[in-house]
């Protein structure tokens, strides 16, 4: 009995060391935590500009889309990758070309979605919205896609551009080959392109092959003209042809694919001071859709548990013809004129003397005055201070300055622009 206690006593002192060694001999402060962020676009809109499509030698438009975030796909071969936007997909999300112009694919099974009718080298610039957030082109309760193909742009006097890209994959094996001639004058001027793909199967992490090759070819042609200050008529023709396009996650392969997209665009800019912009577009889309499962063992074979063989073949024919008109209005920028003017002067009489005095406070007739380098971000979609404004203050400068033109964007937050004002600031 004694021995049993003098071990329990034993026992309880042990543990009562091990306790105050455990205890904390000292406070350790750690640091504050910092945590960075980019501000989330209010308007979930995503720019995937030519810069950042050439550093990726990927043969397909949703391989490109797959790198913004929210933005997945679905693969079922080497081609034609279907984009999904936070889980909405196929209807759900408005796809198009160039301002507008749809395209309808010819395959139950989405072989073909939108983006494969074009070709990646073709495009300039892609803009997603995330979500129904505009109605700009139509409901999309998912988003909307849209590719914007190269198009020609005047130039002062007569010359020719040219541009050519070649690149290379290991897995799987293939090539592409993409040539663009443009030019022109001020009056005419033009963009011919075209290109070559050919892509072998893929090989899985255990050499196993899977088959997925496909060869796809295209043929471009863009013809610009300017009758007049701020006209412009634009005539566009892309065709795009798929062979042998392997589909391993379907029954059935596409054996042809022919398309042809046709569009005439008319542009008028700056009409008056409230309209500032006016554009009218007819487009028509005609797609060849053929599929059957010639590669399968089935189609030339008896594969149990059938009884027979099975041969099935597909052919479609798929156009879309339309057309939209669509216009700006700067009215947020000349709305207290208005205001005035009824409360004031509804019958304008003295109109020339108001415009007269707000012309010492208009920046234009101060820009002379500065002396200082000058970076001028500017959005020729702005409505509250319409672009017309802005130049008209930019070409009275006479120090050096700069130019930063977004072309899609209007009174709102400019992506990177601030990175651009402090890297000026620096340099200073």
Request: include cysteine; aromatic fraction near 10%.
């Amino acid at each position: 009995m004694k021995l049993q206690s003098s071990f329990l006593i034993i026992v309880l002192v042990l543990s009562s060391i091990v306790a105050i060694a455990q205890q904390p001999v000292d406070t350790i402060n750690l640091e504050g935590v910092e945590i960075q962020g980019a501000r989330i676009n209010k308007d979930n809109k995503v720019v995937i500009e030519k810069s950042t499509m050439e550093r990726m030698a990927l043969p397909d438009i949703g391989s490109i889309l797959r790198n913004v975030a929210g933005i997945s796909g679905i693969r079922k071969g080497g081609a034609s990758i279907d984009p999904v936007i936070r889980g909405y997909r196929f209807s759900q999300l408005n796809v198009m070309a160039d301002d507008g112009q749809k395209v309808e694919g010819g395959c139950p099974n989405r072989m073909d979605p939108v983006a494969s009718h074009l070709e990646p080298d073709d495009i300039e610039s892609i803009e997603v919205i995330k979500g129904p957030y505009s109605l700009r082109y139509g409901p999309a309760f998912g988003g909307i896609i849209q590719l914007k193909t190269f198009k020609p742009k005047p130039y002062d006097k007569f010359e020719i551009n040219s541009r050519l890209r070649t690149s290379v994959s290991s897995n799987p094996s293939g090539f592409g080959q993409y040539a663009l001639i443009s030019g022109g004058g001020k009056k005419l001027y033009f963009g011919i392109s075209g290109s070559y793909k050919k892509y072998g199967d893929y090989k899985d992490g255990n050499g196993e092959r899977v088959s997925s090759s496909f060869r796809k070819y295209n043929y471009s042609a863009d013809l610009g003209y300017a009758p007049a200050k701020n006209h412009e008529i634009m005539i566009s023709y892309h065709s795009n042809y798929g062979r042998d396009i392997m589909f391993p996650a379907l029954p059935m392969d596409e054996k042809k694919d022919n398309t042809t997209l046709v569009a005439a665009d008319y542009h008028i800019r700056d009409i008056t001071p409230i309209l500032k912009k006016l554009d009218f577009k007819v487009y028509n889309s005609d797609v060849y859709h053929e599929m059957d499962n010639s590669h399968r063992a089935a189609y030339s074979a008896i594969v149990p548990p059938y009884s027979g063989i099975m041969q099935a073949v597909s052919k479609v024919n798929a156009s879309n013809t339309g057309g939209r008109m669509e216009m700006d209005l700067a009215k947020g920028a000349y709305e207290e004129l208005g205001t005035y003017f009824r409360q004031f002067d509804p019958l304008h009489e003295r109109e020339n003397e108001i415009f007269t005095k707000l012309g010492y406070i208009d920046n234009q007739h101060l820009a002379k005055r500065i002396r200082a380098e000058v970076l001028m971000p500017i959005g020729l979609m702005d409505t509250t201070c319409p672009p017309s404004t802005q130049f008209a203050a930019y070409n009275k400068i006479i120090s050096t300055k700069n130019l930063l033109i977004y072309p899609d964007f209007g009174h709102e937050g400019l992506p990177g622009v601030n990175d651009r004002i402090f890297k000026f600031m620096s340099d200073l």
